[in-house]
T-cell receptor, first 114, second 111 residues
Framework: KAGVTQTPRYLIKTRGQQVTLSCSPISGHRSVSWYQQTPGQGLQFLFE???????NKGNFPGRFSGRQFSNSRSEMNVSTLELGDSALYLC?????????????FGQGTRLTVV | GESVGLHLPTLSVQEGDNSIINCAYS??????FIWYKQESGKGPQFIID?????DKRQGQRVTVLLNKTVKHLSLQIAATQPGDSAVYFCAEGYNTDKLIFGTGTRLQVFP
């Protein structure tokens, strides 16, 4: 079955703009988590959605937001982009009602802010 | 930000040898642990997981050991191959709480 699909793969934006990233989880998976990965900070948790509800949130400013649709697809949005938002944004999906289930990652969206 | 594990070190091993990658986790209440492998340009790939009611779990060529007394997790890779070269992350979780990832260990396999 198809894996986690993230679009676009690469994105270049300028400071002050906003961006929307998309994640399609594995069919049947109801939980979608988003992470930011940078060389300096590693994998940092952004938020997690389960059945269209945000269930967990990391320590990121309000410029970072997300949502999940009824088909479990998820989007995350970053407004008023800053240079420091340049990173690989990863989405992971899992089956269960808890995070204690195997999570599968997509290939990520590489965002560059100039 | 929150993190678990060691600052990114590099482990170099010869092809065919066994590799041991270590991780220290932060939350004594964590009850679920995962190891991921990330190759260049790709997202993390699930390798193996373990729950806190176990101290050892084996997969294909991989073994995860959990020592709750000292909050330590390790990943053992048997007969390391060039294709095992990647960055390896450990992650801890508790109930429905978010997973916390370590900064990773780079594994380099040389012939």
């Amino acid at each position: 079955k198809a894996g986690v699909t993230q679009t676009p793969r690469y994105l270049i934006k300028t400071r002050g703009q906003q961006v929307t990233l998309s994640c399609s989880p594995i069919s049947g998976h109801r939980s979608v988590s988003w992470y930011q990965q940078t060389p300096g900070q590693g994998l940092q948790f952004l938020f997690e959605y389960f059945s269209e509800t945000q269930r967990n949130k990391g320590n990121f400013p309000g410029r970072f937001s997300g949502r999940q649709f009824s088909n479990s697809r998820s989007e995350m949005n970053v407004s008023t982009l800053e240079l420091g938002d340049s990173a690989l944004y990863l989405c992971a999906s899992s089956l269960g009602s808890t995070l204690n289930t195997e999570a599968f990652f997509g290939q990520g969206t590489r965002l560059t802010v100039v | 930000g929150e993190s678990v594990g060691l600052h990114l070190p590099t482990l170099s091993v010869q092809e065919g040898d066994n590799s041991i990658i270590n991780c220290a986790y932060s939350n004594s209440a964590s009850d679920y642990f995962i190891w991921y492998k990330q190759e260049s340009g790709k997202g993390p790939q699930f390798i193996i997981d373990i729950r806190s009611n176990m101290d050892k779990r084996q997969g294909q060529r991989v073994t995860v050991l959990l020592n709750k007394t000292v909050k330590h997790l390790s990943l053992q890779i048997a007969a390391t191959q060039p294709g095992d070269s990647a960055v390896y992350f450990c992650a801890e979780g508790y109930n429905t709480d978010k997973l916390i990832f370590g900064t990773g260990t780079r594994l380099q396999v040389f012939p």
